[in-house]
């Protein structure tokens, strides 16, 4: 079946550091990948998303590309900030629409 | 006003209890799902619609139930609630020609 792994966190940083959250995947097919971020006290929203190989999601500084070879979607920002703090979901899509979820990495970023 | 709505936001309840949890939405999107969140597990799927006469169980579907009672609207149910069901409970839909899901902003719920 599906399974997605992400780091596990939680994850501090300084303001205007650098973030990578690593998630890899195993998937039968072509799945399609995701990030979701989850801020304090609400539901989850779409961060960016990538539908095949090769492909980089970016959205508010943030990127992930798709690598097939590592079965690999890496989260990075070049500088985080405060309003960044969440949590964040790698997660996967097979053709049938249920999502398949990591088990979520707490940010926190410090002023 | 927000797309996808879910009441009530905050349930407290009782071992033994049957209790539903709601979920509307204004998108007019076909596909339907309930997940649940727990600290360090992520979100998992208890059941999912692809229309309003179309269920299936998800990865943990015991305990609960669903009605799809318009392509609106989708509820929970806790027949018998049990405290092991304590959790953040997501409703999310998705249209059929995309693969992103759209999220409510969650029930909490605490079973006693």
């Known amino acids: 079946g599906n399974s997605v792994t992400q780091m596990e966190g939680p994850v501090t940083l300084s303001e205007e550091a650098f973030l990578t959250i690593n998630c890899t995947y195993t998937?039968?097919?072509?799945?399609?990948l995701f990030w979701y971020v989850q801020y304090p006290g609400e539901g989850l929203q779409l961060l960016l998303k990538?539908?095949?190989?090769?492909d980089k999601g970016s959205n508010k500084g943030f990127e992930a590309t798709y690598r097939k070879e590592t079965t690999s979607f890496h989260l990075e920002k070049g500088s985080v900030q405060v309003s960044d703090s969440a949590v964040y979901f790698c997660a996967l899509s097979d053709p049938l629409g249920p999502l398949t979820f990591g088990k979520g990495t707490l940010l926190t970023v410090n002023p | 006003d927000a797309d996808v709505t879910q009441t009530p936001r905050n349930r407290i309840t009782k071992t033994g209890k049957r209790i539903m949890l709601e979920c509307s939405q204004t998108?007019?999107?076909?596909?339907m799902y309930w997940y649940r969140q727990d600290p360090g597990l992520g979100l998992r799927l208890i059941y999912y619609?692809?229309?309003?006469?179309?269920?299936n169980k998800g990865e943990i579907s015991d305990g609960y139930s669903v009605s799809r009672q318009a392509q609106a609207k989708f509820s929970l149910s806790l027949e018998s609630a049990i405290p092991n069901q304590t959790a953040l409970y997501f409703c999310a839909t998705r249209d059929r020609g995309s693969e992103t899901q759209y999220f409510g902003p969650g029930t909490r719920l605490l079973v006693l």
């Open positions: 998108k007019g999107h076909d596909r």
């Open positions: 998937a039968t097919g072509y799945p399609s």
């Open positions: 619609s692809f229309d309003v006469k179309d269920i």
């Open positions: 990538a539908t095949k190989a090769d």
